[in-house]
Structure formats: C-alpha cells, structure tokens
C-alpha cells in the first residue's frame, strides 16, 4: 500500500537536492523570472514578469500553500539553481500539474531538470499516492520535451498553434504519466498495486487549492 507521508521537506538524490523555498530565494526568483530567455520558454505572455508580478507569484504560489513547491540546489554545493511545483492537486483525481525551470542558465542541459523531474515524480507516486502528473509545454522547447520524455512523460495532446512567439505560432504539447507506467519503469515488482492511492492523495491535498498563475 502507498505510505502516507506529507508532502516532503527535502528529497535527496545523486547530484540534485530538493527543498523547501526560503523567503530569501526570492532576489534570486526576480533575476530567474526578469530574464527574457527563461520567460520565452515559461510564460504564456511575451516578455518577462514584471518584478511585482514576480513578488505576487513567489508569496502565492512558492511559499504560500496553494502548491507544493520545492527550491533545487545542487547537492555537492547547495547551489539554489531552479524551482519545481505541483500545481491543482487533484484529490478526487489523483492529479496534479507538474512545472519546472531551472533558472539558471548555465545549468540548463546537464542533468538537473531532469534529475529533479525523476525526484518528484518518485515522490508524488510514492509517498503522495498521486495517479497522474500532467504538464503543458511549447513545441519550441525541444530541450524540455526531451528531458521530460527521459522521465517517463509521454506526449498525450497538442493544442494547435496556441502560442505566438517569436513571430509565428506554435503548438502547445500536453504530456502525462500515469503512477502504473513509472512503476513498470522504476519498480516493475510493483506494477500492479498501489489502488489506495487515491484516498492517501485525498488526505495530502486537503489544504492544496487549484493554483492559478501565468506560468506553466
Ligand atoms: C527544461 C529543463 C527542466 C530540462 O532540464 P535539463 O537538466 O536542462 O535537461 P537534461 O540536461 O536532463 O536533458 C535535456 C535533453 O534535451 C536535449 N537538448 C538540449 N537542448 C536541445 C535542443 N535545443 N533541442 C533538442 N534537444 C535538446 C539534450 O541533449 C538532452 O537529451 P539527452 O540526454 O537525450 O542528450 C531545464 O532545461 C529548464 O528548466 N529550462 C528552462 C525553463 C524551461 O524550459 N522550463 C520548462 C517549461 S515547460
């Protein structure tokens, strides 16, 4: 049976470590989110947040209860270098929005998306008793389609030419896994069990209101 646990304060892998945000991570929060390259792959508008709506985002939806969020450092030297989230935790459903940036930029490409990825997705169907976690991504970023293909994420829809950017449209791809496919990846002894989830992510998202918000 899936171990009720609440949702993690720390989770510890090979070379990323994920945590609770602290108030202080917010100077880093403005300079990640004021760049035009990290808001060009995260925001539905074009250009960066303004610093306001960087401050508004990080109370409600980093600190604050509406999701569950978790800063990346990087093991070895504690290096704060992007944030993760579960947004609109679903208890009927076992459901829940999965986002991730790595803000910094020369971390891009080396792993650490990735390994964060592996790490809440681990959590989320083993400890948080989810069933399905779902993101949206642009078709233009080939970088984070494939990091989230490596963890298991498999290519569900596409909203045709939803986004504009960078003078043409682009589609919007909707990508999910499912608790029993991760199993069969991760714990193939376990493929088949795990059926009380659905009541454990019930007790966990009590408090976890649908997040709102512009970025994915
Ligand atoms: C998306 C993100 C989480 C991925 O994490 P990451 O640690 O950089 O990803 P990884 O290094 O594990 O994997 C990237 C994969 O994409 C590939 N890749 C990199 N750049 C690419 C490009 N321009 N086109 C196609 N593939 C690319 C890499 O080769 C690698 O695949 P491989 O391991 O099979 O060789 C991270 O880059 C990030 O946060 N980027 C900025 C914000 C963002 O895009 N967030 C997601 C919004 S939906």
Request: aromatic share 10%.
């Amino acid at each position: 049976m899936t171990p009720r646990t609440p949702p993690a304060e720390r989770i510890v892998g090979e070379r990323v470590l994920l945590r609770r945000h602290a108030p202080a991570n917010l100077a880093t929060f403005q300079r990640w989110y004021g760049d035009p390259e990290v808001a060009r792959l995260t925001r539905y508008q074009d250009g960066p947040m303004r610093p306001d709506e960087i401050e508004r985002f990080f109370a409600a939806r980093v600190i604050g209860p509406d999701t569950f969020t978790m800063a990346i450092h990087v093991l070895a030297t504690d290096r704060l270098i992007g944030s993760c989230a579960f947004s609109q935790m679903d208890g009927d459903n076992g459901s829940a929005l999965y986002h991730i940036t790595i803000g910094e930029k020369d971390f891009w490409g080396r792993g650490y998306g990735t390994e964060a990825t592996d790490l809440m997705l681990e959590h989320a169907f083993t400890q948080l008793g989810l069933h399905r976690i779902a993101l949206s991504v642009f078709s233009f970023n080939e970088r984070a389609v494939r990091s989230y293909q490596k963890s298991g994420f498999l290519v569900e829809g596409r909203a045709r030419e939803a986004i504009w950017r960078g003078g043409r449209f682009w589609d919007e791809i909707s990508m999910s896994v499912l608790d029993h496919e991760w199993r069969r990846r991760h714990r193939p002894e376990h493929a088949g069990r795990g059926d009380a989830r659905r009541e454990v992510a019930e007790d966990h998202a009590e408090g976890l209101a649908a997040g709102g918000g512009s970025l994915r």
